[in-house]
Nanobody, 126 residues
């Protein structure tokens, strides 16, 4: 079992920055890959970023590449999403998720992820 809790959402103006964090507990944190997803009202939940078990491999959606960076601290059982140059279209509920079976590159497929946090709202005003 893995429990995930996200922190750091809020309201920010376009062009601003936010840092999300996700605290994990339960299974050994370094044993599973992590992903970030988001869901805007009326839209499907979409992949944002993923990071491998060690943190050595990361993968981003084209829409956030160059603006968002994900990292992890396996000693602190945390994964982070640093978001810069935010746009109104980045608005949504952001979720962290754990993929306990993944070896190597993180998946962008939501159904590959086994555990999810409750989500944190990010609102970018224009």
């Amino acid at each position: 079992q893995v429990q995930l809790v996200e922190f750091g959402g809020g309201l920010v103006q376009a062009g601003g920055s936010l840092r999300l964090s996700c605290a994990a507990s339960g299974r050994t944190f370094s044993s599973y890959a992590m992903g970030w997803f988001r869901q805007a009202p009326g839209k499907e939940r979409e992949f944002v970023a993923g990071i491998s078990r060690s943190g050595g491999s990361t993968y981003y959606a084209d829409s956030v590449k160059g603006r968002f960076i994900t990292s992890r601290d396996n000693a602190e059982n945390r994964v982070y999403l640093q978001m810069s140059s935010l746009k109104p279209e980045d608005t949504g509920v952001y979720y962290c998720a754990a993929d306990v079976d993944r070896v190597g590159l993180p998946s962008r497929v939501r159904y590959d992820y086994d555990y999810w946090g409750q989500g944190t709202q990010v609102t970018v005003s224009s």
